[in-house]
């Protein structure tokens, strides 16, 4: 993953996280407006992070918003 991503001002993001605790699987994609990735993690694997809550956190961005969450909930 890159640490470096070069956000812009004014630029809206959608964020996809996949969360399969029971398989410890764990991804997470950001693409900009125009559909271009900008951050993919790969398929992570990792049995630490056995569920909880979900939520979007900014430090020193007073700026930001956020629109049409949604979520879904599976099993397996």
Not at 31 to 43: F, M, R
Request: charged share 20%; aromatic share 14%.
């Amino acid at each position: 993953m890159n640490s470096s991503v070069p956000w812009v001002v004014g630029e809206v993001y959608s964020f996809l996280l996949k969360h399969r605790p029971a398989k410890g699987l764990i991804r997470f994609q950001v693409a900009d407006s125009s559909g271009k990735e900008v951050i993919d993690t790969g398929n992570v694997r990792d049995y630490t992070y056995r569920g909880g809550r979900v939520g979007p956190y900014t430090q020193f961005q007073e700026d930001t918003s956020f629109m049409e969450f949604s979520y879904v909930c599976t099993t397996g």
